[in-house]
Every structure is written in structure tokens, then in C-alpha cells.
């Protein structure tokens, strides 16, 4: 398989789950090789050495009969950094590195594990729908297979040894990509996700920290490791995921009966305007893609032939360009994306 179709592969966690709110569960395992500096006061020469060091083991691996392509980042274009980005296969600030880095991916891209970002290895495990607990297990195998060829920096009293303190210890974050079109809606948002923070829990929007919860989607993650296990972390964010569930479905159910002809409006204006648009910018297009899943969720409108996933990530400035293979500036941009759209709706 070349780098291009491996790139332009649909990610496991695009696929359509039976879950209308949860639409992808991950897993992160922060891990620091131990003769070297962290990332971030390691020389040129050191982070090519780790990389080689860790690009080789990982070339030779395979959890539960998978294999790993790695990708050298230093090699990559621009654009290719975006899709990697804009699919959740890599951290932006990854993608913004200069030195030498990369990513290991399955050819489903279920795992994807990052070399000098923050910490010398993430191993990331991303997975549709609600599955925090298998996407654990599947993290846990990889780091058991990388543990038994690659000394980790661990310490007895302190666990795994990160660059930032906050992922001291387990070395794990787990999250959750939730879609809450109901209580934001009914302005419920706020209330309901302000509390977690009181729980442990970071929110964040599409991508990550810093950025934006575009299309109503945000991420809900655990911000402590230290003094903590692993199964405390996940019974935790998985008990919180259940009650973001129940407001959210309380919220489109009150929808439903108190204002009908609101929300019939909001999701047939949003696929008529997906179905006939000529012009679409990044922002519109997840605001209306946003709009029309929770349509379908809802049964008022009939499924496309794409995964909501899909179409989100194939209409992203990065793999807009990659599917078309050629350089578009904002415009143009604006103008294959509203074909595509069309292309791909019911």
C-alpha cells in the first residue's frame, strides 16, 4: 500500500455506530524512552536518534496480527500534515514539528502512535462510537508489546515519567468526541458541560486543546493521571459519558414535543442547503453536516450515503485537497467542497 492510499483510507473511527451521541472513543498512552531527554530540551541529534531508535520497533510490530506503516513526518507536505491532523492521527502540534518525528498507522488507522511530539511516544487508539473499554484494552496490548523491545522511564513511587506533570503516573487520557446539537439548542451546554470540570474532566472542541467545538462536537477528557489507575480514569469518564448521554437525548426529546416545526426547520434547511449549496466554507459545512446528523438521528430525515464522520473530515480544507490530489486556494475550496457534499448526499 503506498503512503497516498494509506492516507486516503477511511479511519476506524469514521464508521456509523448505532450511538447518536458518542462518536468516537480514544485512548492515549504517554511513554518516554528512558536514556533520553524529553522531547522539548532534546538536541537534533538525540530526537533523530530516538526516532530511529523507536521508527524500527515499530516497523517490526504487529498487535493482534495488525501491521504498522511508519511515516517519517519530516518527509511529508504540508497537506499531508493536515490530513493527518484533520483525521485525529496526529496532534496539531505534531504537526507543526520541524525536527525529526512521525506516526505509526495501522491500515484502518485504529492505531496511531506519535514519535517526539510532547513525550517520545503517544500510543493512540481511536475507535467509533462508545468504546472506551476496548479501545483500553487495545492501548494496553500495543504498550505491553513496545514495553517487552523498549526501555520506558518508570519509577516505582511516580509511574511513567512525562513531560508535563499532569501526565505523570498512568500516563493515560481518555476521551470521548460527543455530539451535543440538543443542549446547545436549548442553551443547556454550558450548564451541563461547565460542571465537569469540577469532575476531573477537560473540554475541549474538535481538535483538541485550543481549539474550537465547531458543529456542536466536543471532546470530554480526564486531566489527572497521577494517583489515580487506569480503571478509576475510565470507569469515571465512562460513567460522565452516560450522563452527557441522557441530558443530550432529554434535550432533542424536548425538542421533539415543544418545538417541532424549529427543529423540522433547522434539519431540512440544513440538507436542503447541503443538497443544493454552490459555495461552502469549512465552518458552514460542519455546522450543517451537524445539523443534518441530528436530523437523521431523529428519524425526521433519511440517512446519506456517507458516515457523518466521513463527510465531516472529507469536506476539512487538508483532505479536500488530497481527494482531488492538486493545491486550492479558499474559494476553490469553497466551491469542491459544496460539490462533494452534494456528490455524497441522499
Same mark, same amino acid.
Given at each position: 500500500?503506498?503512503?497516498?492510499?494509506?492516507?486516503?483510507?477511511?479511519?476506524?473511527?469514521?464508521?456509523?455506530?448505532?450511538?447518536?451521541?458518542?462518536?468516537?472513543?480514544?485512548?492515549?498512552?504517554?511513554?518516554?524512552?528512558?536514556?533520553?531527554?524529553?522531547?522539548?530540551?532534546?538536541?537534533?541529534?538525540?530526537?533523530?536518534?530516538?526516532? @530511529?531508535?523507536?521508527? #524500527?520497533?515499530?516497523?517490526?510490530?504487529?498487535?493482534?496480527?495488525?501491521?504498522?506503516?511508519?511515516?517519517?513526518?519530516?518527509?511529508?507536505?504540508?497537506?499531508?500534515?493536515?490530513?493527518?491532523?484533520?483525521? =485525529?492521527?496526529?496532534?496539531?502540534?505534531? +504537526?507543526?514539528?520541524?525536527?525529526?518525528?512521525?506516526?505509526?498507522?495501522?491500515?484502518? =488507522?485504529?492505531?496511531? *502512535?506519535?514519535?517526539?511530539?510532547?513525550? =517520545?511516544?503517544? $500510543?493512540?487508539?481511536?475507535?467509533?462510537?462508545?468504546? &472506551?473499554?476496548?479501545? =483500553?484494552?487495545?492501548?494496553?496490548?500495543?504498550?505491553?508489546?513496545?514495553?517487552?523491545?523498549?526501555?520506558?522511564?518508570?519509577?516505582?513511587?511516580? !509511574?511513567?515519567?512525562?513531560?508535563?506533570?499532569?501526565?505523570? +503516573?498512568?500516563?493515560? /487520557?481518555?476521551?470521548?468526541?460527543?455530539?451535543?446539537? !440538543?443542549?446547545?439548542?436549548?442553551?443547556?451546554? #454550558?450548564?451541563?458541560?461547565?460542571?465537569?470540570?469540577?469532575? +476531573?474532566?477537560?473540554?475541549?472542541?474538535?481538535?483538541? @486543546?485550543?481549539?474550537?467545538?465547531?458543529?456542536?462536537?466536543?471532546?470530554?477528557?480526564?486531566?489527572?493521571?497521577?494517583?489515580?489507575?487506569?480503571?478509576?480514569?475510565?470507569?469515571?469518564? @465512562?460513567?460522565?459519558?452516560?450522563? $452527557?448521554?441522557?441530558?443530550? &437525548?432529554?434535550?432533542?426529546?424536548?425538542? /421533539?414535543?415543544?418545538?417541532?416545526?424549529?427543529?423540522?426547520?433547522?434539519?431540512? /434547511?440544513?440538507?436542503?442547503?447541503? #443538497?443544493?449549496?454552490? %459555495?461552502?466554507?469549512?465552518?458552514?459545512? *460542519?455546522?450543517?453536516?451537524?445539523?443534518?446528523? %441530528?436530523?437523521?438521528?431523529?428519524?425526521?430525515?433519511?440517512?446519506?450515503?456517507?458516515?457523518?464522520?466521513?463527510?465531516?473530515?472529507?469536506?476539512?480544507?487538508?483532505? &479536500?485537497?488530497? $481527494?482531488?490530489?492538486?493545491?486550492?486556494?479558499?474559494? #476553490?475550496?469553497?466551491?469542491?467542497?459544496?460539490?462533494?457534499?452534494? @456528490?455524497?448526499?441522499?
Amino acid at each position: 500500500m503506498t503512503r497516498k492510499e494509506l492516507l486516503l483510507r477511511n479511519s476506524a473511527w469514521m464508521t456509523e455506530t448505532d450511538s447518536p451521541v458518542v462518536i468516537s472513543s480514544r485512548v492515549r498512552l504517554a511513554r518516554n524512552l528512558e536514556d533520553f531527554p524529553f522531547p522539548h530540551i532534546l538536541s537534533a541529534e538525540g530526537a533523530k536518534q530516538v526516532e @530511529e531508535t523507536v521508527a #524500527q520497533v515499530l516497523s517490526d510490530l504487529k498487535i493482534d496480527q495488525d501491521p504498522l506503516e511508519y511515516i517519517s513526518l519530516t518527509g511529508l507536505s504540508g497537506v499531508e500534515h493536515q490530513v493527518l491532523v484533520e483525521k =485525529h492521527l496526529i496532534s496539531p502540534s505534531l +504537526g507543526g514539528i520541524s525536527g525529526a518525528s512521525g506516526v505509526a498507522l495501522a491500515a484502518d =488507522h485504529k492505531y496511531a *502512535i506519535m514519535v517526539n511530539e510532547e513525550d =517520545h511516544l503517544r $500510543i493512540q487508539v481511536l475507535l467509533p462510537g462508545r468504546q &472506551l473499554m476496548e479501545t =483500553h484494552r487495545l492501548a494496553t496490548a500495543c504498550d505491553d508489546a513496545l514495553e517487552e523491545k523498549l526501555d520506558f522511564a518508570y519509577r516505582e513511587n511516580q !509511574g511513567y515519567l512525562t513531560a508535563c506533570p499532569t501526565n505523570v +503516573g498512568t500516563g493515560l /487520557r481518555a476521551s470521548v468526541m460527543v455530539h451535543l446539537p !440538543g443542549l446547545v439548542m436549548t442553551k443547556q451546554v #454550558q450548564q451541563v458541560l461547565g460542571a465537569l470540570t469540577n469532575l +476531573g474532566l477537560a473540554i475541549r472542541g474538535l481538535y483538541g @486543546e485550543g481549539s474550537q467545538a465547531y458543529g456542536h462536537m466536543f471532546q470530554v477528557s480526564n486531566q489527572i493521571t497521577l494517583g489515580k489507575s487506569e480503571e478509576d480514569i475510565l470507569t469515571h469518564l @465512562e460513567a460522565v459519558t452516560g450522563q $452527557i448521554l441522557e441530558h443530550e &437525548l432529554q434535550a432533542r426529546e424536548y425538542l /421533539r414535543r415543544q418545538m417541532p416545526v424549529f427543529l423540522e426547520d433547522k434539519v431540512w /434547511r440544513a440538507r436542503g442547503t447541503l #443538497q443544493n449549496a454552490r %459555495l461552502l466554507t469549512s465552518e458552514d459545512a *460542519i455546522q450543517l453536516l451537524s445539523l443534518d446528523r %441530528l436530523g437523521v438521528d431523529m428519524g425526521l430525515l433519511p440517512k446519506n450515503k456517507d458516515s457523518f464522520a466521513t463527510l465531516l473530515v472529507a469536506t476539512r480544507p487538508g483532505c &479536500l485537497q488530497y $481527494i482531488l490530489d492538486r493545491e486550492l486556494d479558499p474559494s #476553490q475550496r469553497d466551491e469542491e467542497r459544496a460539490r462533494l457534499i452534494r @456528490e455524497r448526499t441522499t
